[in-house]
């Protein structure tokens, strides 16, 4: 079993800056791909950005004001969310694609609610 621990969402003013926190613990061999995904009240859950091995997959509307890194040896992954709009208020959930040494699954974190708001 894995689990994946989301940390660091709260309320910032627009303009502001809020780093997210993801660490993953379990039964892990190795991590493919993390990424993070937002659901905003009465919408989908959309993709926001996605790492895997050097590559990373932004959302055009989060790109040039986020910015996502990884930490390996830590099984962590980051969201640097910079100038915050009111659009980005979501809940904010982690992935990852998680080898146990036998198969390959997906997980989900319990998510992070980000609030920008004045």
């Known amino acids: 079993q894995v689990h994946l621990v989301e940390s660091g969402g709260g309320l910032v003013q627009p303009g502001g800056s809020l780093r997210l926190s993801c660490a993953a613990s379990?039964?892990?061999?190795?991590?493919?791909?993390m990424g993070w995904y937002r659901q905003a009240p009465g919408k989908e859950r959309e993709l926001v950005v996605i790492?895997?091995?050097?590559?990373?997959k932004y959302a055009d509307s989060v790109k040039g004001r986020f910015t996502i890194s990884r930490d390996n040896a830590k099984n962590t992954v980051y969201l640097q969310m910079d100038r915050l709009k009111a659009e980005d208020t979501a809940v904010y959930y982690c992935n990852a694609d998680v080898y146990d040494g036998i198969t390959t699954l997906g997980y989900w974190g319990q998510g992070t609610q980000v609030t920008v708001s004045s």
């Open positions: 379990g039964r892990i061999f190795s991590i493919n791909a």
């Open positions: 790492i895997s091995g050097g590559m990373t």
